[in-house]
């Protein structure tokens, strides 16, 4: 049965980190380099009886990510730019993003301090690639191009909708959390996992066959007991639909219990 997302559901508030872009941004008469977040990554956390601290990225290197790691309960890898190729040992696609190197390394570096603390750590669109190629899988460049089967992946128009199914692995942490085997979600991205990291294994699947969740492998819980990652943005359907409260109500849950949660 699918978790409720309520603050009377953690015992205690945990705090949780939410990786950040950091790019050209405006506002009012400001045209800058700055670090940011859309809100609803926070209404996903706080909804949840969570409190939300950003990440941005900079210099980093295992002292400096293992102090940011001792002030939090748990991580949130978020969404973003494609994950530069190199790090898979891949070429670039024509359609791949300008690399932004400095957080992906930020990124991988926290993972790993996440990891070796043993924190509950939730990777969202952009965030399952990152756990994935840090993990030592590989993936796919481009979608449309290299899976000309696929359907349409990259809905840019209607990013707070449901546009198509997942098929949910039985028994899987996901399907547990949303009480189905199969959810309805949006979907804006063009790349996705191919080789799967091998202490990973897959949670869900759109119909076409693009990996749509990864999880720990049972019997990986030498790393940590919460590690999930999703393709889907389901921070943005937090406020209508209950399965995606689900997985922000179990994450923050893990968060306030040293990684337990109950389902």
Same mark, same amino acid.
């Given at each position: 049965?699918?978790?409720?997302?309520?603050?009377?559901?953690?015992?205690?508030?945990?705090?949780?980190?939410?990786?950040?872009?950091?790019?050209?941004?405006?506002?009012?008469?400001?045209?800058?380099?700055?670090?940011?977040?859309?809100?609803?990554?926070?209404?996903?956390?706080?909804?949840?009886?969570?409190?939300?601290?950003?990440?941005?990225?900079?210099?980093?290197?295992?002292?400096?990510?293992?102090?940011?790691?001792?002030?939090?309960?748990?991580?949130?890898?978020?969404?973003?730019?494609?994950?530069?190729?190199?790090?898979?040992?891949?070429?670039?696609?024509?359609?791949?993003?300008?690399?932004?190197?400095?957080?992906?390394?930020?990124?991988?570096?926290?993972?790993?301090?996440?990891?070796?603390?043993?924190?509950?750590?939730?990777?969202?669109?952009?965030?399952?690639?990152?756990?994935? $190629? @840090?993990?030592?899988?590989?993936? #796919?460049?481009?979608? =449309?191009?290299? *899976?000309? %089967?696929? !359907?349409?992946?990259?809905? &840019?128009?209607?990013?707070?909708?449901?546009?198509?199914?997942?098929?949910?692995?039985?028994?899987?942490?996901?399907?547990?959390?949303?009480?189905?085997?199969?959810?309805?979600?949006?979907?804006?991205?063009?790349?996705? $996992? @191919?080789?799967?990291?091998?202490? #990973?294994?897959?949670? =869900?699947?759109? *119909?076409? %066959?693009? !990996?749509?969740?990864?999880? &720990?492998?049972?019997?990986?819980?030498?790393?940590?007991?919460?590690?999930?990652?999703?393709?889907?943005?389901?921070?943005?359907?937090?406020?209508?639909?209950?399965?995606?409260?689900?997985?922000?109500?179990?994450?923050?849950? @893990?968060?306030?219990?040293?990684?337990?949660?109950?389902?």
């Amino acid at each position: 049965m699918a978790l409720s997302a309520s603050e009377s559901d953690v015992p205690t508030r945990p705090v949780v980190g939410l990786t950040t872009y950091l790019q050209q941004a405006q506002s009012g008469v400001w045209d800058v380099h700055a670090s940011f977040l859309p809100g609803i990554y926070l209404d996903g956390v706080t909804l949840a009886g969570g409190i939300a601290t950003l990440l941005p990225p900079q210099p980093v290197d295992a002292d400096i990510a293992a102090r940011v790691t001792d002030g939090l309960d748990g991580l949130i890898i978020t969404g973003g730019r494609d994950v530069d190729p190199a790090a898979y040992g891949h070429d670039a696609h024509p359609s791949t993003d300008e690399p932004a190197r400095d957080r992906d390394a930020w990124e991988f570096a926290l993972l790993a301090a996440a990891l070796r603390r043993g924190m509950p750590v939730l990777g969202i669109c952009r965030g399952v690639q990152v756990l994935n $190629v @840090a993990l030592g899988g590989t993936l #796919l460049a481009d979608i =449309a191009s290299q *899976r000309p %089967g696929a !359907i349409n992946h990259r809905r &840019l128009d209607q990013r707070s909708e449901i546009v198509h199914e997942v098929l949910l692995t039985p028994e899987s942490l996901l399907s547990k959390i949303t009480g189905g085997h199969s959810l309805g979600v949006n979907s804006t991205h063009h790349q996705a $996992v @191919a080789r799967v990291a091998g202490p #990973l294994r897959v949670a =869900a699947t759109s *119909r076409d %066959g693009i !990996i749509e969740g990864l999880e &720990l492998k049972p019997g990986a819980a030498r790393m940590l007991p919460f590690l999930l990652g999703v393709q889907f943005h389901p921070e943005r359907l937090v406020k209508r639909h209950r399965e995606h409260r689900a997985i922000f109500a179990a994450f923050v849950q @893990a968060c306030a219990r040293n990684g337990k949660f109950d389902l």
